[in-house]
């Protein structure tokens, strides 16, 4: 019988290579023993939010670290064009089962990805941005890919924001994106986890100029 996975073993991903093999072997559970056992708010908020601030214009959307296509799920809408992007090819072989996407693009988010600069109207993202997974460099690309306009709704580990540097990075880009704006919410409903069970994420929504 497998070992059951947790929040201990995502947040203890050092390297891609660890994501790679982590989301292997969890991407068939991933929607039952994780998100749904934990209430896992992070995917709906991020919907709500980018529904509250988004436009008709704000298309095609890129889902960054999409994964099982929680996100899609709740964005899914008729007419809305929404692409996925994540490393686990696992994790995206589920999201392809749920019809949502458009577009299913296995990339690592470290690297320079092989998309077109101003191509996306929107980026959305949800558990990306946390412990052991991607940090504030990857704004850097996300930005080239997106057009002027282009509208920015993503989750940050609310003790990250800070200690990991989102908040210099986007003092750093802030000549290149409008003021942002930032909703901290609490990311599980239904989680015993001591350690982790009470964590925030800062929904922070912003437009590329």
């Not at 708010?41 to 991020?46: W, Y």
């Not at 890129?62 to 809408?77: C, M, P, Q, R, S």
């Not at 089962?97 to 101003?118: G, Q």
């Amino acid at each position: 019988m497998p070992i059951k996975k947790s929040l201990k073993d995502a947040y203890s991903l050092k390297t891609p290579e660890d994501s790679i093999n982590l989301y292997k072997s969890w991407a068939a559970t991933y929607d039952n023993d994780f998100a749904k056992e934990n209430d896992y708010r992070s995917p709906i908020e991020i919907a709500k939010y980018f529904n509250k601030y988004s436009d008709d214009d704000d298309t095609p959307i890129l889902d960054v670290g999409a994964g099982t296509g929680l996100v899609g799920e709740h964005l899914n809408k008729p007419m809305r064009e929404i692409d996925a992007i994540d490393i686990s090819p696992e994790m995206l072989d589920i999201a392809r089962f749920k019809n949502c996407y458009s577009k299913l693009i296995e990339a690592d988010l470290t690297k320079k990805l092989l998309i077109n600069k101003d191509h996306y109207g929107a980026i959305v993202s949800a558990g990306t941005f946390t412990h052991g997974h991607i940090g504030p460099e990857v704004f850097d690309e996300l930005l080239r890919v997106t057009r002027s306009g282009g509208l920015f709704v993503l989750t940050i580990h609310s003790k990250l924001f800070k200690k990991a540097g989102f908040d210099k990075k986007l003092i750093e880009i802030k000549s290149n994106i409008t003021r942002p704006n930032f909703h901290k919410i609490q990311v599980y409903g239904n989680n015993p986890d001591i350690d982790h069970g009470s964590d925030k994420v800062i929904i922070t929504v912003f437009r590329k100029r």
